[in-house]
């Protein structure tokens, strides 16, 4: 009884015995006719409540109980269609429930069957304020019918609700006024509740800009991830609703009372009004600067059949009104003071205002879309086997790099700064009385505050969505799950469904269950029973082969359907049969459960003793309390022999374990490959021949009506890369090949060679990734070699370096004993080679020098010699003195006349050749006397 009060039936139809005879024909035509109000041929016959006390009264004193405030109320509506011509297709009523105070639970797909033959006479729904049922079948005879709906009316409250400064006010009220009326009326019938009045203690508030600073402890306990997921009861069998908070980074210190002195302990879920308290540093820092933050959500496809989202919830701080001071509000009652807590501001914006969505693109996996979104991104991503993932990134809220989060500042470049802080970071004045009224945020207050908050990560979101059903849930108590999950912590929640009994018409000499899924109520299509009925002795046995074929038949167009002697669920997990025998006991037992299904313990029917005088008289064999639970598989991981046979190499890591457990049609994320130095890891995967097939590059896949084995296997690292080459400076020298690709293990590198520009020498090689820049060869043709510790090569980048070669200058001066030539050239030798000629002459007063001169060979970098010898200029005799180094001088000394030999015969100079002897004589006598003088 409990739990039928707690899961309140919303609707239920009963077709009764008709008020005239005659069968309903089906019109062909019908969906062609036009629509007819018939609701003015409706009589309320009578309405009655089995929880509640109902009256056409507004007097409290009439009533002699009450319900209870917020509670939910079933009504059973008696009434007689008498349209007084036949009832045809398109014929429907319309039953308006006015209530002050509450709504009708919702209910859809519920079918009126045919009191005579069992087919669909119609269609019903409630909704939040109406009862309808369209007819969608033609009755040539039949004018009026008697129909029994039940519903129930949710949130019962009524207009009697105040708040008082004293506990005794309060109770003083409450005796005076304990209830009030809440008026109800279906169509022309009051029903009225008296319900009980709703009465509370008042507390006052005061507010503080000024107070002592916070205190928060360095222990982790200080901060707490509380994400959320909530479901609630379903106002309606066809569609959910899910709440979820992600982010949601709960805070917890101690603030001292302004009034009291006393410090109390308390916690803030809005990161930014913390930062405010506490400085960003610390309070981002709990979060991870590693890990993108995620919130997932996975619909399966066998449950849901959409997603649509609603607006998203963002909390930032209400400000004093000097902009940096979070407000500190303190309430009491009755004159006692509670404890103070910080205000958090909270404000709704439209979905896609706060993120941007994204599209898959065609062949990606989930884990490769979730991968690609940016922080601040959002995609909803449909499966292959139909399910809906949403999946959000936040970005590494811990990080301090504005690009690897979501930022206020991102989001106000969507929104506006203005409407960031004026939403979300209001400013308060304090009254005189304590009171705060809000002030407007002056432009230069809005641009103090958002240069503040900026780049702080938005670290905490909630969201609420809708998800239509695949098809509706069938039976009160039941209900869905959906888990959320944030970055690797889930969070599970529960939709529960008020639903009323299937209207399912059975006669006297048939029976009709209703089978469906133990946890969501959904129908189980195509479930396979046998009839089966006791025997003289009480054993059951099956029933006649041949007689079922022959007698026993399929009631109705959504009763199933029979194949030999077998019986077969509708898609609404309906079984509706007649034409079983007279004073027998039957019962239906299940042969065969739909695939996914748990099929060890077959379901069965409670019986059902046929006895009767008119098999076409209504009859009430039904079982409506048939479920059975999916069946639940695992997913196994297994390291294996590679395919040559080798073996697992010694200290591999162990195989992950999945400790979940997942139903027919699932979607099952593979688990991240294995990692070992040395070695490839090759998996999961399915072994060959094996179903589903799951291959190595699969992300997920959809889980079958079996377990399932994934294997993976190592074999040596082998991969290929890409060596490349580069020179330091383009400008000093080149490389003669940029780049090569190989494998790492059976490759071969052939290098590249460094050629330098005029004026550069080639100084070595080194590894771009050394940060010092060891030079590792000096051979301009470099070819790198593995790494001897696991004899492979590795990526990398060796790079070529340059530098200006070192030059010198040689110097030389022409120095002249005589009279000078007119020039001279000097040659320069390069190590014994004539290289370059330097003229030298009165001009450039007989000096120069070979400028830019390379002080090491280019090719083998021994230093070179430089030396010079002059072109023999005649009449002189060149001598040469000096180093490169310090210079050369050239000295020319005239070459004396030789003397001539006079010509035999010839004595007319004889005179003059005396003569000149005699002044050289004389001459060197007068040097030598000069010099013995000076000895002296």
């Known amino acids: 009884m409990q739990l039928k009060k707690l899961f309140l039936k919303i609707f239920v ?30 009589t309320i016959d009578s309405i009655t409540s089995p929880n509640a006390e109902i009256k056409d009264s507004e007097n409290v004193n009439d009533f002699s109980s009450f319900v209870n405030w917020n509670s939910n109320v079933d009504y059973n509506i008696d009434m007689t269609v008498n349209k007084g011509t036949p009832i045809e297709t398109g014929d429907f009523i319309e039953i308006p429930v006015k209530a002050d105070y509450g709504i009708l639970f919702e209910s859809h797909g519920l079918s009126v069957l045919d009191a005579e033959d069992g087919s669909i006479l119609g269609e019903a729904t409630i909704t939040k304020d109406k009862i309808r049922i369209k007819f969608t079948k033609n009755d040539n005879t039949k004018t009026a019918v008697k129909l029994t709906v039940s519903t129930t009316l949710k949130g019962i409250t009524c207009g009697v609700s105040k708040g008082f400064p004293t506990q005794a006010e309060l109770d003083a009220e409450r005796a005076a006024h304990p209830t009030g009326i809440d008026k109800v009326k279906i169509l022309d019938k009051n029903v009225n509740l008296n319900v009980q009045a709703n009465y509370w203690v008042t507390s006052s508030e005061k507010f503080y800009g000024n107070y002592l600073t916070p205190a928060i402890g360095d222990d982790p306990t200080v901060f707490r991830l509380e994400n959320g997921k909530s479901g609630r009861t379903s106002a309606t069998n066809i569609s959910t609703y899910w709440s979820i908070v992600g982010g949601n980074g709960s805070y917890s210190y101690t603030v001292t009372s302004p009034a009291t002195g006393k410090t109390n302990p308390t916690k803030t879920t809005s990161s930014a009004l913390a930062a405010f308290l506490f400085g960003d540093e610390k309070v981002f820092s709990f979060f991870s600067a590693t890990e993108t933050s995620y919130i997932e959500d996975t619909l399966p496809a066998d449950t849901y059949k959409n997603m649509k989202l609603s607006n998203i919830t963002l909390v930032g701080a209400s400000l004093y009104k000097d902009g940096k001071t979070p407000l500190l509000k303190q309430s009491s009652k009755e004159g006692k003071f509670g404890d103070c807590n910080h205000l958090a501001e909270s404000a709704n914006f439209k979905f896609d205002e706060v993120l941007t969505k994204k599209e898959a693109t065609a062949g990606q996996s989930y884990e490769q879309f979730k991968a690609s ?41 969507r929104v506006g700064k203005e409407t960031v802080v004026r939403r979300l970071f209001p400013l308060f004045d304090i009254n005189a009385d304590g009171g705060a009224s809000r002030v407007t945020v002056s432009s230069e207050k809005v641009d103090e505050i958002y240069n503040k908050i900026k780049d702080w990560p938005i670290s905490r979101i909630a969201f609420s969505f809708e998800s239509d059903l695949v098809k509706p849930v069938m039976r009160t108590g039941a209900y869905v799950e959906n888990t959320a999950q944030f970055i690797d912590k889930s969070v599970t929640a529960k939709n529960f469904f008020v639903v009323g009994d299937i209207s399912l018409h059975t006669y006297k000499d048939g029976a009709a269950i209703l089978k469906t899924d133990a946890k969501n109520g959904q129908g189980i299509e195509n479930a396979e029973f046998k009839l089966q009925e006791k025997d003289p002795a009480g054993n059951w046995v099956d029933t006649d082969s041949q007689y079922v074929k022959d007698n026993v038949t399929i009631v109705g167009d959504n009763g199933g359907r029979k194949n030999g002697d077998r019986f077969y669920t509708s898609e609404n997990g309906i079984l ?27 379901a069965m029917s409670k019986e059902f003793a046929i006895s009767f005088t008119d098999k076409n008289a209504a009859g009430d064999n039904k079982d409506l309390s048939i479920t059975n639970k999916k069946a639940e598989y695992k997913v196994t991981y297994k390291i294996v022999k590679n395919p040559e046979g080798e073996e697992i190499p010694s200290g591999s890591p162990t195989a992950p374990v999945d400790g979940s457990t997942y139903t027919f049609k699932a979607t099952v994320d593979v688990k991240p490959d294995l990692v070992f130095d040395g070695y490839e890891f090759i998996g999961w995967h399915t072994e060959s021949g094996q179903t589903p097939v799951v291959k190595d590059s699969d992300g997920s ?23 490349k080459y580069i020179s330091e400076d383009i400008n000093m020298g080149t490389v003669t090949v940029p780049s090569e690709t190989l494998n790492d293990t059976t490759g071969t590198a052939k290098g590249s060679v460094a050629k330098e520009k005029d004026g550069y020498e080639f100084v070595g090689w080194y590894k771009l990734s050394d940060a010092g820049k060891t030079i590792i060869s000096t051979t301009d043709a470099f070819v790198p070699a593995k790494d001897p510790s696991d004899q492979k090569y590795h990526e990398e980048t060796y790079v070529a370096k340059f530098k200006a070669r070192e030059t010198i200058s040689v110097s030389v001066e022409k120095k002249w004993i005589g009279k000078e030539a007119a020039q001279v050239d000097v040659k320069l ?87 000149v002897a005699v002044v050289a004589l004389a001459i060197l006598g007068f040097v030598i006397v000069k010099r013995f003088k000076s000895s002296k």
């Open 13 to 42: 139809f009963f077709m009764s015995l008709a008020m005239a005879a005659g069968l309903f024909s089906v019109n062909t035509y019908a969906r062609e006719e036009a629509e007819t109000d018939i609701t003015d041929k409706v």
């Open 373 to 413: 979104l940016k922080p601040g991104e959002y995609g909803i991503y449909t499966s292959p086997n139909g399910d809906i993932r949403f999946v959000a990134s936040l970005g590494k809220i811990g990080s301090k790099n504005p690009d690897d989060i979501y930022t206020w500042g991102d989001f106000a470049d």
């Open 576 to 602: 509706n049969i007649r034409g079983l025998a007279n004073n027998k006991t039957y019962r239906l037992v299940e042969t065969k459960a739909p695939e996914g299904y748990d099929n060890s313990t077959p």
């Open 701 to 723: 896949f959809t889980m079958p009506s079996k377990d399932v084995e994934l294997v993976g296997y190592w074999k040596k690292a082998t991969k290929e890369i890409t060596i």
């Open 829 to 915: 030798l390069v190590d014994g080679e004539e290289r370059e000629t330097l003229t030298l002459s009165a001009a450039n007063h007989w000096k120069g020098e070979f400028e830019e001169l390379y002080k090491y060979d280019p090719v083998d970098g021994h230093e070179i010699q430089y030396t010079v010898k002059e072109v023999t200029v005649e009449g002189y005799t060149s001598a040469i003195s000096g180093t490169a180094q310090t210079g050369f001088t050239i000295t020319n000394t005239k070459n004396p006349v030789p003397p001539t030999t006079p010509k035999t015969g010839d004595n007319s100079n004889l005179s003059l050749y005396i003569g």
